[in-house]
């Protein structure tokens, strides 16, 4: 009688105790559910209690290295309209968005690893940096359109890309300023300031930084060590309607470096954290004019890769300018017409990746001929636009170049181009039907 009165205790008291942990359970549950659900709203209140919207500093990339862009947005009820400091390209329909074209969309605010706000219906100027650009590039510009909120207030949210955990800021847009307004002083910044992108850093007067190079959002400092070696580093930023801005607050030679507006009449960024930091633009040693170019004949000598082995070749190229620019020269190479891009700042050329020619072969095949940059070691070729090689001067006088990666596009190691044929304008694994040259070890030598 006694074990039989035992084991019912112990299981009513485990009943009652089952049930006490099964009430604290949804009690707690139900009010993280609720303060979850009150942070949403609220979130909600600030976003679409500016009603000239929000400048978000958007950054792609693993690394954030793919430089800046400036998304403007204005949030309405489930609705967000968005404009842009940056032409975009709809991969899918080849339609091109202007700078400061507003596209609206949906967005939401949900619970995922904590308050989220997700774009989740398509705009091309927040997706265009997310979505793959076909089988052969699935990532893309590797960005991303749902953001962890890690903190916000009426006039400032910390965000983090969900995928990517890049961070960026969102700040509220000063209701004075129309959207026009802002990405025209953007653009009007970038255009005054490109031809003038070679920069030299001064604190109080005494230089902390020899030499960079501001282009495509993209601070590039190139560095010589002992040896001879070039090593690069690379800072992410943004224009601004004053200036611009780094990723973050970086420390150069032990300068911190951030916000800089820009002195138009001077051609210098001054830091708007400490005025006595300057980045004054200053004309390379080696500069290069165009008609520099034009004016002279010279040697292009590579190596290339024929059934028998490697093979040095030495051509003879001119350049000619292209109508109707002030920084674009035309060149032959094999019979192929190739463009190059002249930089009014650097004085140096570049050879990007680009369409040359459709041709047919004897076997009866079409194919589409591209120069797609590589790595001469690995064999590895670039499809993605804006990667290239550039001049770099490995003696004045007479003038003979190297190519080095010209740094516009992430994690790249190019130092030669290929001319590569494809069965279809789409570039991808699937459509290449194989090498028609290689250029390794290249100089370009005045003659």
Request: glycine share 8%; aromatic share 12%; hydrophobic share 35%.
């Amino acid at each position: 009688m006694k074990k039989t009165i035992i084991y019912t205790l112990l299981a009513l008291l485990a009943t009652g105790v089952q049930s006490c942990f099964f009430s604290e359970k949804d009690i707690f549950d139900e009010s993280a559910s609720n303060r979850m659900e009150a942070t949403l709203d609220e979130f909600r209140t600030m976003l679409t209690g500016a009603p000239n919207g929000w400048i978000l500093e958007f950054y792609a990339g693993e690394g954030h290295d793919e430089g800046g862009v400036v998304l403007l947005m204005r949030f309405e009820g489930e609705k967000v309209t968005v404009a842009s400091d940056t032409e975009v390209l709809d991969f899918v329909t080849g339609d091109t968005y202007a700078p400061g074209t507003e596209i609206s969309s949906l967005f939401e605010l949900i619970e995922d690893q904590g308050p989220v706000l997700s774009f989740d219906t398509y705009n091309v100027l927040i997706h265009n940096w997310s979505e793959p650009k076909g089988s052969a590039d699935v990532d893309g510009y590797a960005g991303d359109y749902e953001f962890v909120i890690m903190s916000g207030t009426e006039n400032r949210f910390e965000l983090k890309g969900k995928k990517r955990n890049v961070k960026m800021q969102m700040t509220r847009l000063d209701d004075g300023t129309t959207w026009e307004e802002y990405i025209n002083s953007c653009l009007a910044i970038r255009k005054e300031s490109e031809n003038y992108s070679t920069l030299v850093g001064y604190d109080g007067g005494k230089k902390f930084l020899n030499s960079a190079v501001c282009m495509g959002n993209i601070f590039t400092l190139t560095k010589t060590d002992t040896a001879g070696n070039l090593s690069r580093e690379k800072i992410s930023y943004v224009y601004t309607d004053k200036g611009l801005r780094f990723y973050e607050p970086t420390k150069i030679n032990g300068v911190e470096c951030y916000s800089f507006a820009w002195n138009e009449a001077s051609k210098i960024f001054v830091s708007e954290e400490n005025p006595s930091v300057e980045l004054r633009y200053e004309q390379p040693a080696d500069y290069v004019p165009i008609e520099y170019y034009i004016d002279n004949k010279w040697a292009l000598s590579f190596t290339t890769v024929s059934e028998t082995g490697d093979v040095d070749t030495t051509l003879t190229l001119s350049f000619k300018p292209v109508a109707g620019t002030t920084d674009s020269l035309r060149t032959s190479i094999f019979d192929f017409d190739i463009k190059a891009f002249y930089n009014k700042a650097t004085g140096m050329i570049e050879f990007q990746m680009q369409f040359l020619d459709q041709v047919a072969f004897t076997n009866g095949t079409t194919g589409y001929i591209y120069l797609c940059p590589n790595n001469s070691a690995t064999g590895t070729a670039y499809l993605s636009e804006k990667t290239g090689v550039v001049t770099y001067t490995q003696q004045i006088e007479p003038r003979i170049f190297t190519f080095i990666d010209n740094g516009r596009v992430p994690n790249t190691e190019i130092d030669g181009f290929s001319f590569l044929a494809f069965s279809k304008p789409e570039l991808n694994n699937n459509t290449i039907l194989g090498y028609i040259n290689t250029f390794s070890n290249i100089t370009l030598s005045k003659k």
